[in-house]
């Protein structure tokens, strides 16, 4: 269900009256009610959201049992405190528990969520390296071995990433301070990681590696064939006890992430 009329798919909400009648006809009587208000959304959108879908539970389906609240809820990428990237959890949860002492909800009604995005942002990096620099008049355009097709949505959504710099040894670079773009390596002259100008360190050249944060959520799944760059491999690190290859890269003829049926230790 959609409250918002012009999204392709789900029921929206003139068609509802029609539905319940129809519904209320046949004796059926759905085991949920399931909306998605559009991923990144704010405390007060998911407010308002909230007390719509109260509405429509009362008015169209006052009998059934569960209402799925989707996703949707916002990370805040550009947010530079690593604390502070996340949905505020806690006003959200003060908020909907008043309204449901507030509005007497049954206590027999489950209440679902489905946040992926601010569960997973933070959880995955994407590894490039410097291939090469060019020193243009009042910033430097860095080469990269990445590309957009890895991380569209950043473009999609003119998003920034935040960045850690690390020398041929892994050695971190810090204090970057020098203008600079990003630049992937497809044929595509427009093909920046992301948008936009980011401070990197002076003396950053190639074969230093760049890590761009948050991007856990949705990784490589969202890696676009166009510009027929392979998807990478994937890694997953976990807490004192190691590294374990998850998915290897795409093959020079195809553009297919292989998922491995057993992470493998390296
Ligand atoms: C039905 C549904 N639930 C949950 C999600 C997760 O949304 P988000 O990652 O914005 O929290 C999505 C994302 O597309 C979705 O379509």
């Known amino acids: 269900m959609t409250t918002d009329a012009k999204q392709r798919t789900a029921i929206k909400e003139y068609q509802l009256k029609n539905l319940s009648q129809f519904l209320n006809k046949k004796g059926i009587i759905p085991r949920s009610i399931h909306i998605y208000v559009g991923t990144g959304s704010s ?26 609240l989707g996703g949707g ?22 908020f909907i528990s008043l309204k449901i002492k507030q509005l007497e909800l049954a206590k027999d009604v489950k209440f679902i969520l489905e946040p992926g995005r601010d569960v997973f942002a933070d959880s995955g990096s994407l590894v490039v390296s410097v291939k090469r620099i060019v020193n243009l008049k009042n910033k430097k355009n860095i080469g990269t071995d990445g ?23 892994f050695k971190e670079i810090k204090n970057p301070k020098t203008i600079g773009v990003l630049s992937g390596c497809t044929t595509l002259s427009s093909d920046y990681l992301f948008p936009g100008e980011v401070k990197i360190p002076t003396d950053l050249q190639a074969g230093d590696y760049i890590v761009v944060k948050d991007i856990g959520a949705y990784g490589s799944t969202q890696h676009m064939e166009f510009l027929n760059k392979k998807p990478c491999p994937e890694v997953l690190i976990k807490e004192n006890s190691g590294v374990y290859l998850i998915t290897e890269r795409g093959k020079d003829d195809d553009k297919i992430r292989y998922l491995l049926s057993e992470p493998k230790k390296i």
């Open 43 to 68: 405390l007060a959108k998911m407010k308002s959201n909230f007390v719509k879908v109260i509405e429509i539970y009362k008015k169209y389906f006052p009998n059934i049992k569960e209402i799925n």
């Open 73 to 94: 809820f916002a990370f805040d990428y550009d947010n530079l405190d690593p604390d502070k990237k996340y949905f505020v959890w806690e006003k959200y949860f003060k």
């Open 147 to 169: 590309s957009y097709v890895l991380m569209p949505s950043a473009t999609i959504r003119k998003r920034q990433h935040g960045l850690s710099f690390f020398d041929k040894n």
